[in-house]
């Protein structure tokens, strides 16, 4: 384990810091620089075009969004109400759909966001790097409600399958050992951060917490709690989740 200063501290100084102007603060958070020109061109963009409705808005934003972030593959797909936060901070492969009101936050000089082909991010879902670096691998398939926040490391390979309402937290904890300081400024812990191999399906409504990782072609049930490593092809499942059996073992027959 690790002990990290707090990121959120460190941010909110950097975006109120004395002397600054408000459109520089503005800046860093919106397009994660000071460019004028390319907060110019993300204002533009998103301000008129982030509600535009039907196949006209998505066509106008697949032409004038690419040019927003760091770098973006052939066609992009964003739907209505996406927030874009960094955006010289986040990389996008080929064929990206982010659908209604997902959000990437890539925040503080260190954050990245890389999204590979084919990724689908379902709506409402929140995608956020606060000094981390986050990974989705091409032809993952994000449900709709999840998280995915790291303030370290968050790397998901390919073609994994998560679902609706998945909270995979990539942060640590935050220390509370002393009582005269207030939690938010005592920094945290972490362990590492997350991993999630190929080929892995994560049922709805689980928590996946920092330091774990779960191996290639594993399955973990709906509910799941998963706290501990997850060795390749392991399907688990409960709170915390417990290895059951592997994808090469038969279930057991009904009983007749």
């Not at 390979?157 to 609706?164: E, P």
């Not at 799941?224 to 092809?233: A, E, H, I, M, T």
């Amino acid at each position: 384990m690790s002990e990290q200063p707090d990121i959120d501290q460190q941010i909110q100084r950097t975006l109120h810091e004395p002397g600054q102007s408000a459109w520089r603060q503005y800046a860093r958070l919106a397009v994660g620089g000071e460019g004028l020109g390319a907060l110019l061109r993300y204002e533009l963009a998103t301000g008129a075009l982030i509600g535009f409705p039907g196949a006209l808005g998505l066509w106008l934003r697949r032409k004038l969004y690419p040019g927003l972030f760091a770098a973006c593959g052939r066609g992009l797909i964003v739907g209505r109400n996406v927030t874009i936060r960094g955006a010289g901070r986040i990389r996008l492969g080929n064929n990206v759909v982010l659908d209604d009101n997902t959000v990437l936050d890539a925040r503080g000089a260190q954050a990245e966001i890389e999204i590979g082909d084919g990724v689908l991010v379902s709506r409402n879902t929140i995608i956020r790097a606060r000094n981390g670096r986050i990974v989705l691998g091409a032809g993952s398939d994000l449900g709709a409600n999840c998280l995915l926040a790291t303030d370290s490391r968050l790397e998901i390979g390919r073609d994994v399958l998560v679902a609706a309402f998945v909270y995979i937290t990539a942060g640590g904890h935050h220390r509370y050992d002393d009582p005269s300081v207030p939690i938010i400024r005592q920094g945290f812990i972490s362990k590492g951060g997350v991993t999630i191999g190929d080929d892995v399906w994560i049922g709805s409504h689980t928590t996946v917490l920092d330091g774990v990782s779960i191996g290639t072609g594993c399955v973990v049930g709906a509910h799941s709690l998963v706290n501990k490593p997850l060795g390749d092809r392991s399907i688990a499942w409960g709170v915390p989740a417990i290895r059951q059996r592997d994808r090469a073992t038969p279930a057991a027959p009904p009983n007749p």
